[in-house]
């Protein structure tokens, strides 16, 4: 029997939320442990399913894993297989990340092409190009990307045509263990970026410039052995921000920092919430209506574009109207229909969408496309008056660790059910 998440809606939420670790950034951490021979340890580490999916892979590649609450152990001393098969590539696109460390230390690699999120053509050109460009040979024969450098990687210069977060983690972590000084232009600058960077450095690389346009990269023989802990999930964290504001509630995150996340509090603040600064996080609440606040997604330290359905529910029930521009994913907007079920006013034209406010959202079933569209419903879902169901829920616990009991931690009255059909 298919599952949905229930929310009675009009709670405000009111407490502490504790934020998990960072999705984006545990991927390709785990996947760094392809660089070494000896253990990669990993702490604050979140319990979802896409971790879980990373760890069946690399242990299909022959690492061992241990887990231990949110710490993971890996350890790629005995590799047993190069190819990553599509059965696992296929529900997560950051699985293609293995596809640089494994042609850098064994010199071939055999990987799916990636699947995920439908949100549009996210093609690995750029991911091949950077390869080929440091010495391997990259086919596509029946699906899968085959990457050979049978006599190693070696340093190259080279320049992204478009900016890429996991192109960028991908070929950081091949250069790192190439030979000679790779140069890499027109990166993505995520704070993501900075923590593989960081945890790289402490296992031996020498990696400088991530958080720039520009990362170098000094290649060494072999990476060793580090501990490092995952940054918060500032996309979690942003989302938990927009639920205090979109239910007149009062929350306090910890365990984060407003840091990662520059553009989204000042967009915030436009549309009225109240920041409070703390020593492990922050303080957010609103004393007044949300204002209309225009919006345009791009690369960071820009609005990041996996805020833009949560930031859409929360404008739909603005004084005013707001447009929204998505500029990094042309299927983004498939949330909006859902939200229109609820009674948001909203028109899509081209590229941007244009909410007008209402004065409240009214529940009603609704279907997630994506991880963050997910979330967006849930918080539309939050603020609604009556009930709303959520299917599809596969997407929300790819991304969100514990959902349900940080909310009904904080006032929410919300529970997955079973249904019939």
Known sequence: MPTVLRIQGGRPLK???????????????????????????????????????????????????????????????????????????????????????????????????????????????????????????????????????PKG?????????????????????????????????????????????????????????????????????????ATHKVIPDRLETGSYAIAALITEGDLTLTNTSLEYLPMVRETLEKAGAIFE?????????????IHGVDVMTEPYPGFATDLQAPFMALMGICEGASMITETIFENRFMHVPELSRMGANIQVHGASAMIRGVKHLSGAPVMATDIRASIGLVLAGLAAHGDTSISRLYHLDRGYENLEAKLQACGAVVERCKIDG
């Open 15 to 149: 407490g502490t939320i504790e934020i998990s670790g960072a999705k984006n950034s545990a991927l390709p951490l785990m996947v760094a442990s392809l660089l070494t021979d000896k253990p990669l340890t990993l702490t604050n580490v979140p319990d979802l399913a896409d971790i879980r999916t990373i760890t069946q892979l690399l242990e299909m590649l022959g690492v061992t894993a241990q887990v231990e609450g949110n710490i993971r152990t890996l350890n790629a001393a005995h590799i047993t297989s190069t190819t990553a098969p599509y059965d696992l590539v296929k529900t997560m696109r950051a699985s293609v990340l293995v596809l640089g460390p494994l042609v850098a230390r064994y010199g071939l690699a055999k990987v799916s092409l990636p699947g995920g999120c439908a949100l549009g053509a996210r093609a690995v050109d750029v991911h091949l190009e950077g390869l080929q460009a440091m010495g391997a040979t990259c086919e596509l024969e029946e699906g899968y990307i085959i990457a050979r450098a």
């Open 153 to 225: 990687l070696h340093g190259a210069h080279f320049t992204m045509r478009v900016v890429s977060v996991g192109a960028t983690e991908n070929l950081m972590m091949a250069a790192s263990i190439a030979k000679g000084q790779t140069v890499l232009r027109n990166v993505a600058r995520e704070p993501e970026i900075i923590d593989l960077a960081n945890c790289l450095n402490a296992m031996g690389a020498n990696v400088q410039g991530a958080g720039t346009d520009t990362i170098t990269i000094e290649g060494v023989p072999l990476l060793n052995g």
């Open 277 to 289: 600064d703390h020593k492990d996080g922050f303080r957010i609440y609103r004393n007044g209506p």
